[in-house]
């Protein structure tokens, strides 16, 4: 199977940080993230970024959707949040969804990013 389709399009991979792994560093991908090891700094991805049960993860992160089952301690940016059980969130996040299941944390402050709402200037008063 190619990793690539054509010249600098990436086909849907996903990039996995191990158990075990320390990055420090800023992080800045396309395709989905999923860590079960630590990361110290900033990461910005257009796609998905998952942090496993043993994931732990330390700074700044900006994404479509963040799924939590370990730590992120930090600021998050994202559309759309899930918090699973066990999954624990320190921080202040910017969401315009999120989602905490039952045993899942969040401690911290959250703003709601304000969805799109379409005028119908169609019709006359």
């Known amino acids: 199977m190619a990793l690539f389709k054509k010249e600098n399009q990436i086909t849907n991979s996903t990039t996995i940080i191990s158990k075990g792994v320390l990055i420090k560093g800023d992080l800045e991908l396309t395709a989905k ?4 090891g630590n990361i ?7 796609n998905e970024i998952s942090i496993g049960k043993d994931g732990v993860v330390n700074g700044e992160l ?7 089952n370990g730590l992120f301690e930090g600021k998050a940016d ?4 899930e918090i699973m059980k066990g999954g624990i969130i320190k ?9 905490i299941e039952n045993g899942g944390c969040f401690s911290g ?4 990013k304000e969805k799109e709402i379409k005028n119908d200037t169609s019709k006359k008063s």
Do not use: A, F, M
């Open 33 to 36: 993230l999923h860590i079960e």
């Open 40 to 46: 110290e700094g900033n990461i910005s991805s257009s």
């Open 62 to 68: 900006k994404s479509s959707k963040l799924i939590v």
């Open 78 to 81: 994202c559309d759309y949040i």
């Open 91 to 99: 921080g202040d996040i910017t969401v315009k969804n999120i989602t």
């Open 109 to 112: 402050r959250s703003i709601l």
